[in-house]
C-alpha cells in the first residue's frame, strides 16, 4: 500500500503535485477588480445598499453618536471591512440602525448576516445559537463584550471570524 499522506492520487494511481504558495491580503483595488469581475459574470444589478425609495418612512440609515462611539473603538466595522474585502470580495452589504448595524451576504436561499447592536457600553453580538455556548460572555443568543472586552482588538477579531464561520442564516419569506 503506497503512503499519499503528502497528495490526493490522481485517475491513474499517481500523486497530485501540492499546491504551494502563501495567502496574501488584497489590496483595495484587487479586490474592487474581483467584485466588478463577479458582478459582470453574474450579470447582477444587485445594489449593495438599501436604495431610499425601499426604506420605511422611520427607518434609520445611521447609527446614533452614543452607538457609532462603541463601534468605532471596538474597531468591529474595519475587522468587519476587511473580512468583506478580503473574504467576500466585496459583495457584502453593511446596513445601519439607530442601534447597531448589520453586514449581510449572500442571495436567496444562501442569505447570512452578522447583527451587531449597542447596549448601554456593551456589544453585542447575535448569535446562531440560542442556548449558552460556555463562553463568559454568552447570554444565550448574544454575546455581550463590556467595554474591558471590545477593547481587546484580538478578542473583537476572533469573535468576528466565529461570527463569519457560524453566521445567522435568514429565512426566506417565500
Known sequence: MSDTSNGANGANGQQKPQI??????????????ITEMILEVQGSSRQLTIPAEDLDEQATTEMSPEVARVVEESHVLDIL????R?????????DE??????????????????????EGDNL????????????PYCRGGHHVFTPEQ????????EELADQFKHPI???SDD
Open 20 to 33: 504551494l504558495g502563501q495567502p496574501h491580503a488584497l489590496s483595495d483595488e484587487e479586490a474592487q477588480s
Open 86 to 94: 478580503d473574504y467576500l470580495y466585496g459583495l457584502g452589504r453593511f
Open 97 to 118: 440602525y439607530q442601534h447597531g448595524m448589520l453586514l449581510k451576504w449572500g442571495d436567496g436561499y444562501s442569505r447570512k448576516h452578522i447583527w451587531i447592536t449597542v
Open 124 to 135: 453585542v453580538f447575535a448569535t446562531s445559537h440560542e442556548r449558552k455556548c460556555g463562553k
Open 169 to 171: 442564516y435568514e429565512r
Open 81 to 84: 471591512h476587511r473580512f468583506n
Open 150 to 157: 471590545w477593547h481587546s482588538i484580538r478578542l473583537i477579531n
